[in-house]
């Protein structure tokens, strides 16, 4: 109880890196994400085709081998991160693969009898993008970006591995000098657990209040 | 470009001992888990109160942990309570929790996608229950669930590296092991990573293959 009271203060602090790094992470991924998408969807053969590369491949590569050639193989050829930044930049740039595909799945889903409409309306087609696809778009990319969000929360734990003083490194130390590992992990695992849960359920709310009626969809993802 | 090549010839032999423990943990961990998954799926889908209980926390928390995590509890905190596990051991067993509660995401909204008829249907005809999800309901759900089967592959395959930090020689091990020997971090993991793209483009096209074998035209 003891070791309960004294742990819990310290992992909550870490938890502030862990969480530190998950919005670091997704932001970087996003603004990489939208590219991508707009390349996959909207750009020449050329474009499209360096896209779905860049994609395929960031998928296809364990994220541990992404920090690792970032961390330890980027200083060989005279690029040196701290440990927090290398992280961030793996994690973004393998969630920008993930987010690619949910911005395109969902600027595909809006039907082309739509964009056709309004075209002949007279709107330009950048009118169209603003005004019908994209409010569509981002509603449709809701659910699957909180599962992506979650996805990229739990391999945060990933960055132990290069030193990152994370709620796992964290927990790791405490159990270094208390020998309590099944205290410390289950919390580090409850900690983890509370964010995930909570964050799916504040958005579900937060999904319905911004539904239209009649365009919801779901699907079951890898979380 | 020279240099990689014979970087990468020189770690292959080291690399492929690696790969062997990675597609053991993979394919052991898919199997077991897939058992697990069936299992659990079932349970939430026609189980009683109790057991839609236990197999929706075990998912929930599973789904709601990261996956390191639930390899530190197994494999450092169990010894505490008198439970040992080897390295590799401890990797199967806590990839094919983890995998379990994925599948049975999987296979659950699969099952659910049949229609709810065709149960009907099958009772109706005298069928027993069992004898309806077996012979009814699971021949169309697993072709359903293929597609997202073979994503959650591709996802065990890429999380057996995370067996390298509790000590299993698989392949991230192997080339860490490499590139600490002759410090050519960059050329190894590259070369690690290609090996990993190569046997996730197998599985994918061999998936997609299975796919179109089986699929039943017009369902």
């Known amino acids: ?223 | 470009m020279n240099h990689f090549i014979f970087i990468f010839i020189q770690a292959l032999p080291f690399l492929l001992k690696g790969l062997e423990f990675t597609l053991e943990l993979a394919f052991i961990s898919i199997i077991v888990g897939f058992g697990i998954g069936m299992f659990t799926a079932i349970e939430r889908v026609y189980g009683g109160k109790l057991a839609y209980g236990f197999s929706t926390a075990y998912v929930e928390i599973i789904r709601g942990t990261p996956l390191l995590v639930q390899l530190f509890i197994i494999y450092f905190s169990l010894p505490q309570i008198g439970i040992h596990f080897s390295p590799l051991v401890a990797s199967v067993i806590s990839f094919s929790l983890n995998s379990g509660a994925y599948q049975a995401e999987y296979i659950r909204g699969a099952m659910q996608s049949v229609e709810k008829g065709q149960m009907k249907a099958a009772i109706s005809m005298g069928m027993t229950k069992w004898q309806a999800i077996r012979l009814v309901i699971m021949p169309q759900a697993l072709r359903k669930v293929l597609p997202s089967w073979t994503n959650e592959f591709v996802y065990l395959v890429k999380y057996t590296s995370l067996a390298y930090l509790v000590g299993v020689p698989e392949l991230m091990a192997q080339g860490e092991f490499v590139a600490s020997r002759n410090f050519e971090f960059m050329d190894v993991f590259l070369g690690v990573a290609l090996i990993y793209l190569m046997v996730i483009l197998t599985i994918t096209w061999a998936f997609s293959f299975v796919e179109k074998r089986i699929k039943i035209p017009g369902v």
């Open chain 1, 1 to 223: 109880m003891q070791l309960f009271l004294s742990s819990i203060s310290i992992l909550l602090k870490s938890t502030g890196t862990t969480v530190e790094l998950t919005v670091a992470s997704i932001f970087l991924g996003t603004v990489v994400a939208i590219f991508v998408a707009l390349g996959q969807v909207y750009g020449n053969l050329w474009i499209k085709i360096v896209a779905t590369v860049y994609e395929r491949t960031t998928r296809s590569i364990p994220i541990l081998i992404i920090m690792f050639m970032i961390f330890f193989g980027f200083p060989s050829m005279g690029i040196r991160f701290e440990p927090f930044v290398a992280a961030v930049l793996a994690l973004g740039l393998r969630s920008s693969a993930y987010q690619s595909q949910i911005f395109r799945g969902s600027l595909l889903a809006v039907s082309k009898g739509q964009i056709l409409a309004a075209r002949s309306l007279g709107m330009t087609e950048i009118q169209v993008f603003f005004h019908v696809t994209f409010p569509q778009a981002i509603r449709f990319s809701i659910a699957p970006l909180t599962n992506e969000f979650t996805i990229v929360l739990k391999d945060t734990s990933i960055a132990y591995a290069i030193g990152v003083t994370e709620l796992l490194r964290e927990g790791t130390y405490i159990v270094s000098t208390s020998y309590e590992p099944l205290l410390i992990y289950s919390m580090c695992a409850a900690i983890y657990f509370v964010i995930t849960f909570g964050t799916n359920k504040f958005v579900s709310i937060a999904e319905k209040k911004f539904s239209i009626p009649g365009y919801e969809i779901r699907g079951v993802e890898r979380a």
